[in-house]
């Protein structure tokens, strides 16, 4: 099986906490069942850096760093920030920059520098030739006008939830579109049309986890093995097997990471 999980958090403190063995156990129960490599998303830097170091651990996993828009609440000093992300970009298994973007869905992080720190990523990620992993939650318009500003940057849109139109016209612009569990979810129309619209050959499978947890395991804890039901709701949708649909989803992941594996 060819399960690719383009974005997990294993090393959530929730998995720390429920999870005997914690995070490099957790791992391993995951590649034993039915997904076969996994990046591990940074959010800040410190979990940037336990991205890195788990995967240079797992042959199977991969790392992004970067800071989420959440996140910036944590620093002052961006160009500090800057250079540490830099550092670890260098990494050979370091894939992308990410998760950044913006997220107006809570009140309590500064609209001004959730775009300050995304602005300054998305300009190291030009300077670099690095792809990004972007993370836009009810900031469609202000996320489409700065990743404009840098038509030289491609990468992801995670967790789509934008329109159909909006996928469109990333995927005009040479972006991937990942679908999560919420792909699967009854009433969620939207991911649902998006994932009609894309292109097979740009579409990537997540899981988020542990958020996000896909129909039938919704009010759980999600875990990247579970990335199957995501997998099977693109394959009924674009109406090709679940085996061509596992397959082509870790082709396009491999492609936008640019792995290698033998
Ligand atoms: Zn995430």
Same mark, same amino acid.
């Given at each position: 099986?060819?399960?690719?999980?383009?974005?997990?958090?294993?090393?959530?403190?929730?998995?720390?906490?429920?999870?005997?063995?914690?995070?490099?156990?957790?791992?391993?129960y995951?590649?034993?069942?039915?997904?076969?490599?996994?990046?591990?998303i940074?959010t800040?830097?410190?979990?940037?850096r336990?991205?890195?170091?788990?995967?240079?651990?797992?042959?199977?996993?991969?790392?992004?760093?970067?800071?989420?828009?959440?996140?910036?609440?944590?620093?002052?000093?961006?160009d500090?920030?800057?250079?540490?992300?830099?550092?670890?970009?260098?990494?050979?298994?370091?894939?992308?920059?990410?998760?950044?973007?913006?997220?107006?869905?809570? $009140?309590?992080?500064?609209?001004? @520098?959730?775009?300050? +720190?995304? &602005?300054?990523?998305?300009?190291? #990620?030009?300077?670099?030739?690095?792809?990004?992993?972007?993370?836009?939650?009810?900031?469609?318009?202000?996320?489409?006008?700065?990743?404009?500003?840098?038509?030289?940057?491609?990468?992801?849109?995670?967790?789509?939830?934008?329109?159909?139109?909006?996928?469109?016209?990333?995927?005009?612009?040479?972006?991937?579109?990942?679908?999560?569990?919420?792909?699967?979810?009854?009433?969620?129309?939207?991911?649902?049309?998006?994932?009609?619209?894309?292109?097979?050959?740009?579409?990537?499978?997540?899981?988020?986890?542990?958020?996000?947890?896909?129909?039938?395991?919704?009010?759980?804890m999600?875990?990247?093995?579970?990335?199957?039901?995501?997998? $099977?709701?693109?394959?009924?949708? @674009?109406k090709?097997? +679940?085996? &061509?649909?596992?397959?082509?989803? #870790?082709?396009?992941?491999m492609?936008?990471?640019?792995?290698?594996?033998?």
């Open positions: 099986m060819k399960l690719f999980d383009s974005h997990a958090h294993c090393d959530d403190q929730r998995i720390e906490n429920e999870f005997e063995g914690g995070c490099r156990a957790y791992i391993k995951q590649l034993e069942n039915g997904v076969r490599n996994i990046v591990n940074g800040n830097l410190e979990n940037s336990i991205s890195v170091a788990l995967s240079e651990e797992f042959d199977e996993i991969y790392a992004t760093v970067g800071i989420h828009p959440s996140d910036t609440r944590f620093y002052d000093d961006v500090y920030v800057i250079s540490e992300i830099e550092k670890m970009l260098s990494l050979s298994k370091v894939v992308a920059l990410g998760e950044i973007g913006l997220d107006y869905h809570y $009140e309590d992080t500064d609209k001004e @520098k959730q775009k300050l +720190f995304f &602005e300054k990523q998305m300009q190291l #990620a030009k300077r670099l030739d690095v792809p990004v992993v972007i993370h836009d939650r009810e900031a469609h318009g202000d996320c489409m006008d700065i990743i404009k500003k840098y038509p030289e940057v491609t990468g992801i849109f995670h967790s789509f939830s934008g329109s159909s139109e909006m996928a469109d016209e990333l995927v005009k612009m040479g972006w991937y579109i990942s679908f999560s569990g919420t792909v699967t979810y009854k009433n969620a129309q939207k991911p649902k049309e998006a994932c009609a619209t894309v292109p097979l050959d740009r579409i990537l499978i997540e899981t988020d986890s542990p958020y996000l947890p896909p129909v039938p395991h919704r009010g759980e999600n875990h990247p093995h579970l990335v199957s039901f995501t997998c $099977e709701q693109v394959a009924s949708i @674009k090709i097997s +679940f085996e &061509e649909a596992a397959r082509i989803t #870790a082709e396009n992941a492609r936008v990471f640019n792995i290698k594996i033998q």
